[in-house]
């Protein structure tokens, strides 16, 4: 009996041990996430642009940090000893022993329809002097890719308005397609008739400017004004005079504002200009938190960090929404070193590349896209079926045109088979060549294709093709419209409707051929 109730005893005193202990652990988590709270770290060396800190135990991976005096930074080593922080903000007021107070967050940035229209900076703040931009929520800078599962093929043409683009190097909606050339080339001339070309389709557009001169960016936002699309667009924007910090985000922060509207099932296009100065700046942050270098002094994750970039491009299945992220990240080579870092990494990563030579531009050819350095490797399946029936075998006879032209220039007499194909050829080089700013519709680029390819400008002057294209357009406009809408609607083109255009051409023609040899026709 006393057994028993010393048993019982026993058994009382351990579950009131056990209460015990669980409400004094309870109290110390509660203090100590009290204590992490206000967990204050101290500034122990100032850089260029970067800090290093001790103090913050618990801090966290690209957590953001707020120094003394209102400056931002966002954490990038994570040492035993010490953090290095990247700062978003200019740094010529901190100072070693400063305070740093962690956020507990993660970077983000406001998204919603409130920043159409709008210039900000990568953290969501606005540079265009209309006031502070209102959005109800916030998407982090760093997101995931869409699993593999949930993306869609990539079936739907993104109309660029560029002829030589649209039919030998078609894009579609969600794909990931580079354009890369030397400095003054027209890259970001592309870009910009790009976005301007949709201003009927529905595509919202975002233009990010990674260390852009702020000229240049100005001009840009002009333009997309002037054309009456900047209603549809966003503009992000980290200059050349910004700190590094805010390059490298800005890129990332620009995606994740075009990602909530993919979420909302609508299609983006967004442009990164460029992702060499991306580069340079993460190589220049990562130098002076002593990241081990690499080649070309880049260090080794520089492949990843525009990798996970282009990957959040994508074309979502129909039951995700059925919305679509297209990229045109822009690159720049030197002396026409496409295999260069870089480069390479970037043409690995995309579906496809636009060459920009400047041989070419040197002459006069704009844009000066080189067809056989440049290819799409998704694009010619979402080609409008009229679009591939006209332009189909075209690139592999320009091709053979340009090979062709380089042996003539060593030969003094051609064959009469040889002058008709170069003839027709620089005539197709005329029709392809377009203005800045002056994009087209791809019925308009089919009649275009279609007079040269069916040989109704064999008899027109070369130095005259440009004024016979114009002409020949307002004739196609006026008199087909309703073929034009069916073509831009995706229908097939009926032989009885190439015919019609044929018809059309002729007669737009006709006051432009020039009969060299009279005497011969008689």
Same mark, same amino acid.
């Not at 209102?70 to 200019?90: A, S, T």
């Not at 995309?350 to 400047?358: E, H, M, V």
């Given at each position: ?104 967050? *993660?970077?983000?940035?406001? *998204? ?49 308005? *560029? ?60 333009? &997309?004004?002037?054309? @009456? ?6 503009? #992000? ?18 995606? %994740?504002? @075009?990602?909530?509207? *993919? ?82 990494? &970037? ?41 591939? %029936? ?13 090979? &062709? ?5 060593? @030969? ?52 005259? #093709? ?47 051929? #020039? ?8």
């Amino acid at each position: 009996m006393n057994q028993q109730g010393n048993t019982t005893d026993n058994n009382e005193l351990k579950t009131f041990l056990d209460d015990t202990f669980d409400t004094m652990e309870k109290v110390l988590d509660e203090q100590g996430a009290e204590l992490r709270q206000y967990e204050v770290g101290q500034v122990q060396f100032v850089g260029r642009d970067i800090a290093r800190v001790s103090g913050l135990p618990n801090i966290r991976a690209e957590e953001l940090v707020r120094f003394s005096g209102n400056f931002m930074g966002l954490v990038f080593n994570i040492d035993p000893q010490e953090i290095g922080v990247v700062l978003l903000d200019p740094s010529e007021n901190l100072q070693v022993g400063s305070e740093v107070h962690r956020t507990k967050r *993660v970077l983000d940035v406001p *998204v919603g329809d409130a920043l159409l229209g709008r210039v900000v900076d990568p953290l969501g703040r606005p540079l265009d002097g209309l006031g502070e931009v209102s959005t109800v929520m916030r998407f982090p800078v760093e997101r995931p890719a869409p699993a593999v599962m949930d993306r869609a093929p990539v079936t739907v043409p993104l109309q660029t308005g *560029v002829k030589v683009i649209d039919a030998l190097i078609p894009i579609g909606r969600g794909q990931r397609e580079l354009i890369l050339g030397d400095r003054q080339t027209g890259k970001t001339a592309i870009a910009v008739d790009t976005i301007i070309n949709q201003k009927e389709t529905g595509i919202l557009s975002i233009y990010c400017a990674v260390g852009k001169k702020s000229a240049d960016v100005a001009k840009v936002i002009a333009e &997309l004004r002037d054309h @009456g699309v900047m209603g549809s667009c966003i503009v #992000v924007v980290a200059t050349g005079e910004d700190t590094p910090g805010l390059q490298f985000i800005a890129p990332y922060a620009a995606t %994740s504002m @075009g990602e909530y509207f *993919v979420e909302q099932g609508r299609d983006v296009l967004i442009v990164y200009d460029d992702l060499t100065s991306h580069a340079r700046a993460y190589r220049e942050v990562s130098l002076l938190l002593r990241r081990p270098p690499g080649r070309e002094a880049f260090p080794g994750d520089i492949f990843y960090i525009h990798s996970r970039l282009l990957e959040r491009s994508t074309h979502m299945r129909p039951e995700l929404g059925g919305g679509s992220l297209t990229s045109l990240p822009i690159t720049e080579t030197e002396a026409q070193d496409m295999s260069s870092y870089i480069p390479t990494n &970037l043409i690995s990563i995309t579906d496809g590349q636009i060459y920009l030579s400047p041989v070419l531009f040197n002459k006069g050819i704009l844009p000066a896209v080189d067809v056989g350095k440049s290819v799409s490797r998704v694009g010619g399946k979402t080609q409008l079926s009229a679009y591939r %029936s006209v332009a189909g075998d075209l690139r592999l006879s320009y091709s053979q045109f340009e090979e &062709l032209e380089s042996f003539s220039r060593f @030969g003094t007499r051609l064959d009469e088979s040889t002058r008709r194909t170069l003839e027709r050829g620089w005539r197709v080089r005329e029709v392809l060549k377009q203005g800045q700013y002056k994009p087209l519709r791809a019925s308009e680029q089919i009649a275009c294709l279609l007079a040269v390819t069916g040989g109704k400008l064999d008899l027109v002057p070369t130095a005259g #093709v440009r004024e016979v294209e114009e002409h020949l357009l307002k004739a196609f406009n006026n008199d087909l419209r309703d073929l034009c809408n069916r073509i831009e609607s995706g229908a097939k083109l009926e032989l009885s409707d190439r015919d019609l255009i044929l018809e059309t051409i002729q007669k737009a023609v006709k006051p432009y051929e #020039v009969i060299e040899d009279a005497d011969a026709n008689n």
